[in-house]
């Protein structure tokens, strides 16, 4: 690890001063220690944020606001959550094991980086940790790579399970810097790779993220969260989706449909979502609206498969929240 | 008043020591002034160093020396080849030249008064390659498949298995690949290395401490009684520690070099370089059967990778020749040298492999015929070990299958594929033979009695989980009729009595044998002794008229209790101490086929929508001779079957095919079951009494309990999904698509 230094914020106005003048935040620390570790985040300087009062989870007016600093564990396990938005609830514990989820927090969630092998081996070329020096994964090894938001510079997949849910249910985030307070939904987080992978958010420099504000919708309850992957636990989604629907007098309202695993930031399918409104929530709809969510994909040789596995998992998350009495 | 010990469920002895933290793994052995050693390994794949620039590091704060190919030691490497080297070739001679021969191979150590320092320097130490594009992978249309020089049997032939295979009414031919695999223990490999002089002592990870100690001894050139390797705990081996690698040989590299201590413990990607990995197979199987299901013909042709520099062999094809009745057998064994590290042997080495390949086209071939895989089998057990013509020492196949299936309930199975639905899941059953040879290798073993009524005993052996240390005390202590807790076993110092490879599934009947052997011959001795000191009530007898029974010597027929070893050696005044060996009778051996056999059932569910793979449950029978200790016996199959999912269902290691680098060398990557993956696993023994194998009639159990495993689970996938899928490991992608 390359020697830095550490210095504790006891409030918000010294943590983005901090920032401002170029250091990181840290909270839980599950990713950025460990990139500290293999030397691919080199940060001189860190401000641990643990002591801002931004843990709390409560409702206003309907919202559920989820501070920042909020363990994944305790959102998961959290009676509002789990009564108003199940959906987060299950994207967390899909999210991460055990260990993990006491440690990390809401906010470092969104931001954490992405699981390309390639980034994390500092003797291959990675235009995220050393921009302009090439994509790896482009012509080497990318079955567990993007097919959506993908460009000639990046094709790694956003990694947070959580952010594919918070996309699906139109949260917005809340954010303080040094010009100040901004709410934006939290899609608007994430960038496209492009030519400029390594810009991975929207956040000005010195921004700290407040919390996330959760609307309550008539889809909310009836909302799952589906990660397929090759074992059961601790690990990384090959395709997620976190679906909610509004139905009502046999027919679907509203559809809410972000995916995970198969895009460059989580994908929010409003394709699917428009064509399932009217619709009556059975498979044959599911699977016709489903094979919309590869309309744009843009496959590479190993991950050819993801094309057939989106639509499915849309199709089975879309049955499972169906299912929810 | 024997205290029967043997076939007892007992707790391990060392047990408490290990969850309490109080047993020491080698990167334990911290020593005064110790220094810290990281490797930089090669980040070509092929080529030669082009330059090093290791000036900036050797002034980085701690930094005490950065050594290469250029300011190393020129080590003598003098001969040195065991059983568990590859039989031809030459190990890697590390930072002797500037060529690099694989992605990862060690190319500089650094040595720092901190962890943190070395690392710093290490990743900061800059090499230049001419780098060449390696061949990693064993299809590639130009890699020749080459005779193993080594190999006894690389082609065996019995009958015209070709010609008969041409005629036969029903016929299976296909083929198979499965991937390489790293072992991946919980405990990495560490070695510290330090020098007295010219005596060395290593405290370093080994299933195999009298041969590392023999082969360092070897590489600098010094008699071998001055190397002293210590390992009294592994955490997990899997065979990787089988092999002494090149990092044993940096670590005592670099304390001589820097006259200090040194700590090396290699990080988890490194484990995935230089410390061998189950080589990745291509196989053919192809069978002719009869109408009614008999074998007429069986061809089994397979190759494994292995390195440019030595040629690992495995048995890969040998099961075919013995498994099954047929007369027609034609098996083919070849290598594919590639630019990777050398191979080596992973748990059910060979067998797991051939047999994966083997019991998968059984299976299609008992669709083929419309038969019961089972009754298949059945109608193909052999009279005797047709390869070689000899009875087998026992062989339980066939109540391994009909214990399996009842506990199983096998009977519930339709056997249609995707017949079977629970809800709308697929649900899949599959079974497979498992076989595995029952070896015994020479071992010694010695025990001392002492005046406190104990003994102690001790073998330069190693327990990298299956219980050695409870399994060997129960051995010792039925043979010298003490209660357990009277026995103390220590092993894992290369000082002690040696010891075979702790691998093979052999340390039971060889290590087991040599303690049996020395517990009856410390008490001879105890019996000579006793009758010549006159202070005894068994002085003056007849040394064939005293009887020894639940440690203690009496005159044969005489009621009183006697007289126990503690008041022996007391009155001796010194303890009395043996050693023994122990071998295999070549007589017994030319005479019989000895092998393990089992039969594992599989239930999968397999979602019809996204693919995902499950085991729900298993459950084996083994015929494994006599089981020393069911609870210890239970969770070693418990273990293999764990690694058999793995096999069949997540475990390949990934390599880039233009440099060569593997790119899941990282546990988030590399994937191995977790619990949650692991459902109800169930293991019986059969009752199997077999006179010939060694003397405390065991078999072994390590490997068998992996082999089998794998080819229950694609052969549960194919009847829950109709998918034939002949690569391992079986994914999401693989059953998408029917």
């Known amino acids: 690890m390359i020697p830095f230094t550490l210095e504790k914020a006891r409030n918000a106005e010294q943590a983005i001063a901090a920032a401002a003048a170029g250091a990181r935040y840290i909270a839980g620390g599950t990713t950025l220690i460990d990139l500290m570790r293999e030397e691919v985040e080199r940060p001189e300087r860190l401000v641990d944020i643990n002591a801002l009062p931004l843990a709390e989870i409560r409702v206003e007016n309907d919202v559920l606001v989820i501070g920042a600093l909020a363990r994944m564990a305790d959102v998961a396990a959290h009676p509002e959550v789990q009564a108003r938005q199940p959906l987060i609830a299950e994207s967390l514990i899909e999210g991460a094991s055990p260990q993990l989820r006491n440690m990390a927090s809401i906010g470092g969630n969104l931001l954490q980086r992405v699981r390309c092998p390639y980034f994390r081996m500092l003797d291959a070329p990675c235009n995220k940790r050393d921009p302009g020096s090439g994509c790896s994964a482009l012509d080497g090894l990318h079955a567990g790579h993007a097919i959506l938001g993908t460009s000639d510079h990046c094709i790694a997949t956003h990694p947070s399970d959580l952010a594919v849910a918070l996309v699906a249910l139109d949260v917005t985030m809340r954010v303080l810097g040094p010009q100040g307070e901004r709410s934006f939904p939290v899609e608007d987080l994430f960038r496209l790779p492009g030519n400029a992978p390594h810009l991975e958010h929207t956040l000005l420099p010195g921004e700290l993220i407040i919390d996330v504000q959760v609307p309550a919708g008539a889809y909310s309850r009836r909302a799952r969260y589906l990660k397929v992957r090759d074992r059961a636990s601790y690990e990384f989604a090959l395709v997620s989706a976190a679906v909610a629907l509004d139905i009502e007098g046999g027919q679907i309202r509203q559809a809410r449909i972000a995916t995970g695993g198969v895009g460059t930031r989580p994908w929010r399918m409003r394709a699917v979502e428009e064509a399932l409104a009217g619709k009556p929530p059975q498979r044959q709809a599911f699977e016709a609206a489903a094979q919309l969510a590869v309309r744009e994909a843009r496959p590479l040789r190993d991950n050819h498969y993801k094309m057939e596995l989106l639509p499915r998992t849309i199709v089975r998350a879309l049955e499972l929240a169906g299912e929810v009495a | ?738």
Request: with cysteine.
């Open chain 2, 1 to 738: 008043m024997t205290t029967r010990v043997i076939g007892k469920p007992l707790p391990r002895v060392d047990g408490r020591a290990k969850v309490t933290g109080s047993a020491r793994y080698a990167a334990d052995f911290n020593q005064p002034g110790q220094v810290y050693a990281v490797i930089v390994s090669a980040t070509a794949g092929l080529g030669r160093i082009a330059g090093v620039d290791s000036a900036m590091v050797e002034s980085m704060p701690g930094v005490i020396a950065v050594i290469t190919h250029r300011n190393a030691p020129r080590l003598p490497y003098g001969e040195h080849k065991s059983y568990i080297d590859p039989a031809v070739g030459e190990r890697l001679h590390v930072l002797q030249d500037d060529r690099v021969r694989f992605y990862g191979q060690p190319v500089a150590i650094v040595v720092a008064d901190t962890l943190d320092r070395a690392e710093r320097a290490a990743s900061s130490l800059k090499l230049a390659y001419e780098a060449e594009r390696p061949i990693v992978d064993p299809a590639d249309p130009t890699v020749e498949a080459i005779v193993p020089e080594g190999a006894r049997h690389a082609d065996t032939s019995r009958g015209d298995a070709d010609a008969m295979l041409a005629g036969a009414p029903v016929m299976v031919d296909e083929t198979y690949d499965i991937a390489r695999e790293n072992h991946n223990p919980m405990e990495p490999h560490a070695t510290i290395a330090a020098w007295s002089g010219d005596r060395l002592t290593l405290w370093s990870k080994s299933q195999f401490v009298v041969n590392e100690q023999a082969e360092i001894a070897a590489i600098f050139g010094i008699p071998p009684e001055n190397v002293q390797v210590i390992c009294p705990f592994i955490g997990g081996a899997f065979g990787t520690s089988l092999r002494t690698w090149p990092h044993v040989t940096l670590a005592a590299m670099a304390a001589r070099q820097t006259g200090r201590a040194v700590k090396l413990v290699l990080t988890r990607k490194q484990m995935f370089f230089t410390t061998g990995h189950r080589p990745r197979t291509l196989q053919r199987i192809a069978i002719g059967a009869n109408a009614d299901g008999r074998l007429t013909s069986l061809i089994h042709e397979g190759a494994g990778e292995t390195s440019r520099y030595e040629q690992f062999t495995e048995a890969l094809t040998s099961a075919s020749g013995y498994i099954y009745s047929c007369p027609n057998v034609r098996t083919r064994y070849r290598l594919r040298q590639l630019d990777i590290g050398t191979p080596n042997h992973m748990r059910g080495p060979g067998e797991a492999s051939g047999i994966f390949a083997l019991e998968c086209a059984l299976d299609e071939l008992s669709y083929s015929l419309g038969l019961d895989p089972i009754e298949l089998r059945r109608r193909n057990e052999p009279e005797i070990d047709e390869s070689d013509n000899k009875p087998f020492s026992s062989r339980s196949l066939m109540t391994c299958y009909d214990v399996a299936a009842g506990h199983f309930g096998w009977s519930r199975r339709t056997p249609e594929p995707r017949s079977m639905r629970d809800g709308r899941l697929l649900i899949g059953m599959g079974v497979a033979s498992a076989t595995y040879p029952a070896y015994h290798a020479p071992s010694s073993a010695s025990v001392r009695l002492l005046p406190d009524g104990t003994a102690e005993v001790a073998v330069a052996a190693s327990d990298m989980g299956p219980g050695t240390y409870t399994s060997m005390t129960q051995v010792a202590a039925e043979t010298l009729g003490l209660p357990v807790e009277q026995v103390r076993f220590s092993l894992g110092r290369s000082d002690y009595p040696p010891a075979p490879s702790h691998g093979g599934s052999w340390t039971m009947a060889s290590v087991g044998s040599a303690i049996r052997a020395a517990c009856i011959a410390v008490q001879e001795k105890a019996v000579r002794q006793a009758v010549a000191d006159q202070r005894l009530t068994v002085f003056g007898g007849a040394v064939d008229a005293i009887e020894w029974t639940g440690g203690r010597l009496r005159r044969r027929g005489d009621p009183s209790p006697g007289q126990s070893y503690g008041d022996i050696v007391s009155s001796l005044g010194k303890p009395i101490e043996a050693e023994a060996s122990s071998q295999r009778d070549p007589d017994v051996a030319e005479r019989y086929s000895m092998h393990s056999f089992g039969a594992v059932f599989v239930e999968v569910a397999v979602d019809p929508d996204v693919g995902t793979i499950r085991v729900r449950r298993a459950v084996g029978a083994y015929g494994i001779g006599r089981v020393v200790n069911p609870r210890l016996a239970a969770s070693q199959c418990t273990g293999g079957m764990i690694g058999g999912i793995g096999m069949a269902l997540m475990e390949r290691t990934v390599l880039d095919p233009r440099d060569g680098r593997p790119v899941n060398a990282h546990m988030a990557d590399y994937l191995v079951p977790v619990n949650l993956d692991i459902p109800k696993l169930e293991a019986h023994f059969v009752e199997e009494v077999d006179p010939h194998v060694n003397p405390l009639g065991v078999k072994g159990l390590g490997e068998i309990a992996l082999v089998g495993m794998a080819p229950a689970v694609a052969n549960a996938v194919f009847h829950a999904t109709g998918k034939r899928v002949r690569t391992l490991p079986i994914r999401i992608e693989d059953v998408l698509t029917v």
